[in-house]
């Protein structure tokens, strides 16, 4: 049972619209805080869109999600877990990145996770473009001394070769980066949901030449999602494992505020279910990135992102 | 074949956006009109969120849906049924419910839906939030002198124990009030669509424990709407019943006009056909609640709700 | 292999949001630009909504689909083809239609394609609403000298008796008037996705009695939407054949920025397999209509549209 | 003192979101109900936008000015009056204007103002785009036999000389048109606010020409708006004049819901002080016109357009 | 100088759009922290609008100015004020509100205020609607025992009778009910910006019976807003007042996110300079309230919002 | 007179919402069109944000802007001018600037401004950030060999020190940066309109240090604009001078669409009174900057943006 101070006011107490809005109305603890000694999980923002190729507005993500995360209550129902309790999780904040400066932006939010991981605590960052969870690769890369594996739920590979006259960091690029850098090891990783229109097959090809499993949603749909995720814990394993959410996994209809939204996707229900599919993976870190609040006129993508947040956290815990 | 006087002016000649907007454009008849005598079903509206526990704005449903209502059109293809020629339905306006007082604001509801009942006219409610519908079930059990089924459309059970210090009154507890005060007999109640995060379980174990059939998302994912609707009206039965459709039982990308969306629910076509398999029940009061015009900024929330009015008036007649 | 001089530019050289909007990135080509008797598939726009019944906005759905289509790359990953290269496209602006005079408007579009047929372009137009699809049939009827077949995937049929005391040019009526006119064979038409409240059945019966093959979206969600596009191929036949796209076909959670939303209807993959289900059939023009960026407050409906383009034009490619 | 009949509920009473929303809550009379003998002033709406030029939705205007109307409360404190205790206003509903018939949505219009004259009802209208004012100017001159004068507070002339090759009848031309048949005494016609680019001068000649007093914005901004209306008083004189109130008078920061927008135009205030200015001419008609909700996300047209009805209406009594 | 813990992140360190927002970046202090010992000024949230007669949304008030104002900077380049270092300044987070239960929601939140007062901070308030002020008002009096001034810029005396059938306590009533409860000394209240229609005039009646100075707004134009303030300043004397600002004092062309806006109010230059104005005032507390998020899509309420709010902060201040 | 080639259509012909939206719909004259050589002002789009410290979106300004350009008449009434016929103006497209590369965009943006000046074309640009600007005045320095004068009219100074840890390249530091390198003779820059809160006094200081006239709004207010350009006019003197449009100089509730708004600036006449004023000076160039689509919902800030383009444009005519 987790302590205490970690549990967040019930919505029966204080209204959910209420208060200082912190992620899932955690407690939220400053870098030099003690508490951080006890905390098991780390939800954590890093407002950057420095990346993004095309609608900017991920940099707003963090606090749109904290703010939608406030609706989430204690318990998942459908899986009977209630995951303040069985872990001490806190909100610590957002990482300070220059919106003007790639390079400081990238080291300042490496460092930020492996301050974290040096205090024992496993990373969750809400996003910001999908180039921030580079940094966070690359600080678990560090820490553990091999690669893991990964599993992406995303639109988009990601894996594509450089962009706008050789440009390698853009949030089009990082899992092909995190492989060549040694951090992903591509044999365990898997995406599904791939789709929309394509530059070329580069990237497809990059990640079959490394042995990627990359299901387009064409084979998704055809197999079904239970099929989908059954795969995807067979190529992931055992072994230790980070899962990244990009919320353009879904379809616009479900997510419109996101800067590169592709039609045809999957539902929210689907969603929640692969999720839900990935509990009992050795989880060592995970993400939702991608939700740009100016695109999202009705909230939506806010709300459903901080509900997929609070499902990966479930998947995250026993 | 309903009277003349009951028809609505075709939308070929007066064009849809044309008029003052009554519910599907229908006479609109004030209390003391002598034509009442004549009305078989009565929409009328309770515009009243007192008992929001989250966002508010179900004040503004009737409203909303009257407008997007006249968009509505005469004849139901798919079912063949033409319900304003088999019924006299005339719009009989809006309870005056105090925002500020909540004993007052449900008294006049109760009154409201009691005096249509001494008239014969089968209610039709359009909320405001779910509270409301407690009045219309509170003033059925008087005049029937006996508790009845029902079939709740909804995210949510709306059983739940007080909130906010002991308070029974809120749009999270009106069916387990129902059942306290014995409108609603359990053992013919059946509750389909609940999903989304939980304060506890102790709804669901009320539930249980007195009987209601109630089942959760992936319940009706897995067994399929047509089963879950085979189900429900086995629970129900012959006897009399009231129907209550919340409009959060959608996923919030077909409705985000709502005080409390959860992701992970049906979608449109799945919400009809499970409408039209309420045909042939004994229906004695039907209500529509929870639209939110303020978050609906696209109004597909108002059309979807009108939409499915319209439905339940087609299930309500034989 | 295309001429380079269609190419679009890569969104890796210029950023997708950059550079004055033409369908696609296309080169904009001017009536009298010599180019155009290179061209083999011309984009261009009928900004008009004078025959709408409902609410208006269609007018501003070509501007909107230029705008989005700007996000589209090269490549159909799902089908491999890569079609501005495989075909000569351009953007051959839009018809100058009065929006105050129903009949220069008509004239004026008919002229317009009239011109790009003679130059032996496939015309691909963008609406406006429904109506415009006449003026296209006509030209095309012109030309060919015989009626010819037509994919309609759509929430109504269009194929309505006369409106507002007689009117037959309405955007309810084209294709009756079409087949009346002798520009569509009947018996190699088929229209799918109807569904929605209806002003009575004569739609339908027009349907029938002509041969037309109808399938109301009860009948395509039991089929699936592969069996209706097998079907659909068959009714075509090998004939040359038009493909008309009403953006309503979808659910308005896919596309509220539409004049005349109905629920109930599909979502974008099913909307996307129809698209790519007719490649292969001789498809002589085509079209998307009644889009209303006023409707659209989140671009989801625009972005949809032009996505649902670049299918359209695949599918127009071997 | 008027009849009782024709209070309108309170906001006390029934809260003033409740209802069905006619305008200021005021009785909706249809054309054959006896009491419309009673009825001094009547409201009604024109929802018609088939002569705009620009951006549509003026279709939408009358649903959306009766919706915000419900706001107001019975008096109006700056003057002292409360005008439905001095006249007996009512709803009269909205003309069936087809949407894809010019000529017959004119005729039908006209024919519903002269009936309400025939009933020496005075006409308030609510647009619909500025093309509608011509009907009623030609019912008024019909029934009166001579020409009146006219205060014209808009952005624009509408003095344009036709349209799109040859179209006399649009929403840049009914004043052009209202003097030519001799329904306006030019000599008694004022004209402030007037701003934005043009296509050229002729309207402002025409004017000249046939001795309007055209005031444009600058002229305004100098004098101030307390001249513009005495100058404005003083070349209507003391003979029947009407009062057209197009909302682009305003600066869209104002009312950015409407079709043709011009930066640059006064605030909310200084409106307001102008139609008050009015009160004492023998104004035998007004409208509103030009309110397009599709483009107003906040709503604030459409309040605003509710309450400088208010201030019309006030104006219109002594 | 302040505590250097009290002093707000710079957005040149942390960008803007980063971390947990509390009120203007400050520190977020609970109930049980030590630190509160050593503030001076509290801002607190009331996120309640259970007295709100008309459109409701203001209970999220609270969190979308927390959101705004962390887009303040530390100085008031116009004053020469940094009032974050003359002035220890927290966030002490919300009152636990129940959204049902209005006796239970003001006594809270008059003991959440005397908490305060307890430990010698100066209340500052977001709202919330205006009956919320009551309870700080409340609150004041009785930790003082005897009546103070008060400074209003609101478009509304909120003076009214009671409403809904004999109700005291709704967001028309909170000063009538202040001065009869005694904790305002009318003869030291000055309330300047009233207009918009008016149910009747018993409320200017009762400010002037007890010898409020009420000014509308057409008083106020006329004099000009320096008058208006020096006028104030002189009521008010130099005995301690309390402000109380209103969103809806500005016109809903800067302030559309508003239950009850009124057209015809004055600009965001004015309103600023009113409030620099009361510099130098004996203020004991303050509050901005009525801002409602769900009616503001562009965000300009929130933000003029929290900008009102640090100029308020400002004018607290030597 | 010019050339007939660049005259745009008239609105009369083709209506405004038609057409490929190129700015003022003049002709797309892509880099090698020998046309190039006959234009006078050249339009572009420098479609880049990457310098924004706040709210991002201003890459979709170009877009923006020429969408809402087309609506844009042939003639400025006010002065007289019909700006098209006495200068070849047209749409140069879009700089190709990489959204995730500081240095190769800022590049990539000087060198196309320098061909632009190698062809004595007068450049007239649509942001983007304000750092956008910084390119312009550097390729005009290059061909100009000494520095020249600025109007700004802003709501900041953007001579800030450098942000984010010294960073000198962001859209706070221009203006400074351009002294600094000799594009900008400090004597003879104005800078008109500055207010909201502030980091510090830092750039106020380094512009009173190297002589530039900055008005802050108090002043500008109590001289009224009128003077304020007077001395604009004074300082700038007969010299060649540089104007630059920052739209954040407008209040938000006419311009909400940008990154850093603040509160309480000019309305939207007094803004076109100060561009009007500007006529008669040697302007090499000018811009306006600022416009993010991404936060207008209403279009506004669109729309008065293309408005100010024109009045701009004007201004730089005899």
């Given at each position: 049972?987790?302590?205490?101070?970690?549990?967040?006011?019930?919505?029966?107490?204080?209204?959910?619209?209420?208060?200082?809005?912190?992620?899932?109305?955690?407690?939220?603890?400053k870098?030099?805080?003690?508490?951080?000694?006890?905390?098991?999980i780390?939800?954590?923002?890093?407002?950057?869109?420095?990346?993004?190729?095309?609608?900017?507005?991920?940099?707003?993500?963090p606090?749109?999600?904290?703010?939608?995360?406030?609706?989430?209550?204690?318990?998942?129902?459908a899986?009977?877990?209630?995951?303040?309790?069985?872990?001490?999780?806190?909100?610590?904040?957002?990482?300070?990145?220059?919106?003007?400066?790639?390079?400081?932006?990238?080291?300042?939010?490496?460092?930020?996770?492996?301050?974290?991981?040096?205090?024992?605590?496993?990373?969750?960052?809400?996003?910001?473009?999908?180039?921030?969870?580079?940094?966070?690769?690359?600080?678990?890369?560090?820490?553990?001394?091999?690669?893991?594996?990964?599993?992406?739920?995303?639109?988009?590979?990601?894996?594509?070769?450089?962009?706008?006259?050789?440009?390698t960091?853009?949030?089009?690029?990082?899992?092909?980066?995190?492989?060549?850098?040694?951090?992903?090891?591509p044999?365990?990783?898997?995406?599904?949901?791939?789709?929309?229109?394509?530059?070329?097959?580069?990237?497809?090809?990059?990640?079959?030449?490394?042995?990627?499993?990359?299901?387009?949603?064409?084979?998704?749909?055809?197999?079904?999602?239970?099929t989908?995720?059954?795969?995807?814990?067979?190529?992931?394993?055992?072994?230790?494992?980070?899962?990244?959410?990009?919320?353009?996994?879904?379809?616009?209809?479900?997510?419109?505020?996101?800067?590169?939204?592709?039609?045809g996707?999957?539902?929210s229900?689907?969603?929640?279910?692969?999720?839900?599919?990935?509990?009992?993976?050795?989880?060592?870190?995970?993400?939702?990135?991608?939700?740009?609040?100016?695109?999202?006129?009705s909230?939506?993508?806010?709300?459903?992102?901080?509900?997929?947040?609070?499902?990966?956290?479930?998947?995250?815990?026993?």
């Amino acid at each position: 049972m987790s302590n205490p101070f970690f549990q967040p006011p019930s919505g029966t107490d204080l209204p959910r619209y209420a208060g200082v809005p912190s992620f899932m109305r955690l407690p939220y603890l400053k870098p030099d805080d003690p508490r951080r000694a006890d905390v098991d999980i780390g939800f954590f923002g890093m407002p950057w869109d420095g990346a993004t190729s095309n609608r900017p507005g991920a940099r707003h993500g963090p606090r749109g999600l904290r703010d939608a995360s406030t609706m989430i209550r204690e318990m998942n129902r459908a899986t009977g877990q209630t995951p303040f309790k069985t872990a001490n999780c806190a909100d610590l904040g957002d990482v300070a990145m220059s919106p003007v400066d790639q390079d400081e932006a990238l080291a300042a939010a490496e460092g930020f996770v492996s301050a974290m991981l040096a205090q024992n605590i496993r990373p969750f960052m809400a996003g910001g473009d999908h180039l921030c969870t580079l940094t966070v690769l690359r600080a678990l890369r560090k820490l553990r001394g091999e690669p893991f594996g990964m599993v992406l739920l995303d639109s988009h590979t990601d894996l594509y070769p450089p962009y706008f006259g050789g440009k390698t960091l853009t949030h089009g690029n990082p899992f092909r980066q995190a492989i060549t850098e040694g951090c992903l090891d591509p044999a365990r990783c898997v995406m599904a949901g791939m789709r929309g229109t394509s530059y070329n097959n580069e990237d497809f090809q990059f990640g079959y030449d490394h042995g990627v499993r990359i299901m387009a949603i064409e084979e998704c749909m055809e197999l079904g999602w239970r099929t989908v995720m059954a795969i995807a814990r067979e190529v992931v394993g055992k072994g230790p494992a980070y899962v990244s959410f990009d919320i353009d996994f879904l379809d616009p209809a479900y997510a419109p505020g996101t800067g590169t939204p592709e039609v045809g996707g999957p539902n929210s229900f689907e969603a929640i279910q692969c999720v839900r599919a990935l509990r009992g993976l050795d989880i060592i870190g995970a993400d939702l990135v991608e939700v740009s609040p100016p695109f999202d006129p009705s909230g939506n993508t806010e709300w459903l992102g901080a509900s997929i947040m609070f499902e990966l956290l479930c998947a995250m815990q026993p």
